[in-house]
Structure formats: C-alpha cells, structure tokens
C-alpha cells in the first residue's frame, strides 16, 4: 500500500476519534495499515491502484491475474495474449511460464474509494485503536459497508 495512502487514513481516523497529539501517530499509522489491508482482504479487491508482479505458469489456456480490479496489463516476457474483462478481471495466455506485471485497483487514490469503504477502514482503524489489547469484534457497520463491494470465487476463474 502506498505510504501516502497510509498517512491519509492514519488523518482520517485521528480526526474521527478527535486525537490531536501527534505522540501515538505510529500506533494510529499501524492500525491504518492493518485497516487497509483487512479491507483488500474482505473484499477480494486491491483498493488503491499500484502495480503488482504475477508469476504464471505456462499454459495455452486464459489464466486470470491473481489481483481485481486490473486496470492494466503493462508487462511480462511470454505473455502471448491479453484481456481485461467488464468485471476487471485480467486475463492472460502464456507461451512460457513467467512473470506478469499489472496495475490493478479500485481507485487511483484515497480520495477516489467509494465512501463507504473509505468509511469502513476509517472505523476499521479507529476500532484498533481504541479496542488495543482487548478482544473486541469489530464494528457490524464495517462487514456491511463493505459487503456490497465484496468479490468472491467458488473454484478457479474459467474462461
């Protein structure tokens, strides 16, 4: 995740939970972090946009790039064909096995997320900061912010 992403949220949830000093920024920073990452997870989706290295096996068949939304396939010495489909899902075709570079992401930037999964990261971060050694869930409201953003696979990607 880019660092500048990070430092947006670590803003993000110290203005949510009114902290003005600056003396726990690496805490509010690391569950920041955590955030994001726990949000790419649940969704099945990179959220901000960067690019992402795939090593793929050879095959004569289309193989689907491990990471969604794909924007654009920049890279990969034995990539015979490309594709990106309506749903962002990147297909290659290799003619050997080998390394595929991509960029793939929701949005561009912190400020391009959706708002509500901007939303669900900042309570995200805010719920891991204030629940700090004690085994709190975390809030419903971050599952259902999320949710309709959730991507899921039964089996491996066909085409």
Do not use: C
């Not at 939970?17 to 099945?44: H, K, N, P, S, W």
């Not at 969604?68 to 290659?92: H, K, L, M, Y």
Request: hydrophobic letters at 55%; a neutral charge.
């Amino acid at each position: 995740m880019p660092a500048a992403v990070v430092a947006e949220v670590r803003e993000a949830a110290r203005g949510y939970l009114r902290i003005v000093a600056r003396d726990e920024d690496g805490v509010i920073e690391g569950a920041a972090a955590a955030a994001l990452a726990l949000a790419e997870g649940f969704t099945g989706q990179a959220l901000i946009a960067r690019e992402h290295v795939a090593a793929m096996a050879a095959a004569g068949e289309w193989r689907a790039l491990p990471v969604q939304p794909v924007r654009s396939i920049t890279g990969g010495g034995a990539v015979a064909a490309v594709d990106i489909d309506a749903n962002g899902t990147g297909w290659v075709r290799m003619a050997a096995a080998g390394e595929v570079r991509f960029v793939a992401g929701l949005a561009e930037d912190w400020a391009g997320l959706p708002p509500a999964v901007a939303q669900g990261v900042v309570l995200l971060a805010a719920h891991l900061i204030e629940a700090r050694g004690r085994d709190l869930a975390p809030p419903a409201a971050v599952g259902a912010l999320w949710r309709p953003w959730r991507r899921m696979r039964i089996g491996s990607a066909r085409r």
